[in-house]
């Protein structure tokens, strides 16, 4: 009996031990985790902080942008391309000398009394000094002409009674293509198509100026986005502090349990990642920026803050006509521009490759003036007379029996040509869907801009009124949480909307192919 008695009341007294502990466990306050450190941007006196217009931002690109300089060398390269073309018809300017010293065999009958030689075979020793200046060139029509002034002076044993001989010439020769070759058409073809891709390169610039102050543009705003939303996030962590502090009380008060205070806890740790994940994104878009605005080699220019001073414009954008955005479009945009000259310089081609299909059919004239005597001033005299000259007038006649190689450069200059058409049309097509694009993105994200304020009111309201429940006791940590991740959510989609409306109005500029009159840069 007493063993069973002794058993019963350490039984009692266990249980009794056991509902103490779990009373005094349910009326203690729940201790909320010990929060981590809170992830925050370097200090204001880190790194340096730079405030940024936009403005400033897209001049300084111009001013500084890589690909911007490599493009411009691509104009440079063109304009000396329109030099080469040029100089092929250029005048030309040669000379040249010779001195021969010449020991023929020479046979003689006649005495030498009148040779100098002696009678049968012999030596004839003579010695040529050949002093000759050219003046040549070619014109467009296929014109060329070359002048050779010739002064040869000779001294040899025998032969001659004018010891030395001088003989100076002057010869004119004249040239001109009647078939192939005839024609501007025909010759200034290099200079047609260097001068076309002269305004292509141009154009190429144009367009890529366009598209780096867009890209400038849209990493601004990128940039600005980041920030903003570090900031809706740094909003979000207090409100999720303040809901945890909420959550003690209610657990103090007996209004909630006590597990759900790691609802609550989860919650600061959520935003606190957030913003971790908000720091990251700001410094990809601020890099980002400063690789189009300020690129540098030196890793200390890359360790500075950028502040956007401009906010996006809510301001509504004027209607636009389609029909008359695309014909903008199609007067100023690069694209199109170069899809012009290409046809231009692919009809060039084309005639130039119908003409080399002709027979070659070459009128020449030749006119030469001699003198001669054994003084270099007597020899002068004698040419200046016009005494002694020769005159030749014929033609040269070509007619390749295939004229393979001809007929299929002509094919290839008709191909190109036609690809060159479609092009420019599938061109066309393209600028029409990239401006109607435009237009609707104009238009959607304008609405979008009232549609998500009226969701950040409203999501707002609810997070107040969550709150409020909870405080009451009447909800608990994880619905205030669902809540404030649509307010931030809200917030973030106005800000986006607000940001892809300016972005949106710029696209429009650049796809008429006139943001470069909107900056008053030059070029447009």
Known sequence: MRTAAAAIASALALALAL?????????????????PSVP????????????????????????????????????????????????????????????????????????????????????????????????????????SYSLEYRWTRERSEGGSSLQPTYRPSLSATLNQPLLRGLGFAANEVDIVIARNNLR??????????????????????????????RKLQEKALANAEESRRITNTGIELGRLARNEIYG????????????????????TARDRLLLLIDPSGELASWEVDVEPVDRPTEEPAPPVDVGEAVGVALRMRPEYRQAALAIESGDARERRAWNDLLPRLDAVANMTINGLDDGVKSAAAEWSKGTYYDWTVGATFEFPLLDRTARGAHRQAEEQLEQSKLRREATLHQIIFEVREAVRAIQTSGERIAATEAVRVAAEAQLKAEENKLRAGMSIPFNVNQVQEDLTEAELGHLRALVDYSIARSDLERRRGTILERWRIPGG
């Open 200 to 229: 292509t390169s141009i154009e190429e610039y144009r367009r890529q100026v366009m598209e780096t102050i867009f890209s400038v543009e849209q990493a601004y705003w990128a940039l600005y986005l980041a920030i903003e939303d």
């Open 40 to 143: 925050r941007p370097p200090g204001p006196g880190a790194r340096p902080t730079r405030s940024l217009s936009l403005r400033d931002a897209v001049f300084g690109a111009l001013e500084k942008n890589q690909l911007l300089r490599i493009e411009k060398r691509s104009v440079g390269i063109a304009e000396g391309g329109v030099l080469v073309a040029e100089g092929a018809f250029d005048p030309l300017l040669s000379g040249r000398w010779n001195r021969i010293d010449r020991r023929s065999p020479f046979f003689s009958s006649i005495p030498t009394l009148f040779t100098g030689l002696p009678e049968g075979l012999a030596v004839f020793p003579s010695r040529f000094d050949e002093y000759d200046a050219i003046l040549s060139q070619r014109f467009l029509p296929g014109t």
């Open 264 to 283: 609550a806890d989860a919650a600061v740790a959520q935003r606190r990642e957030a913003i971790i994940r908000a720091n990251g994104a700001i410094g």
């Open 19 to 35: 509902a103490a502990t779990a009373a005094a466990q349910d009326g203690a306050p729940a201790q909320p985790a010990p929060p």
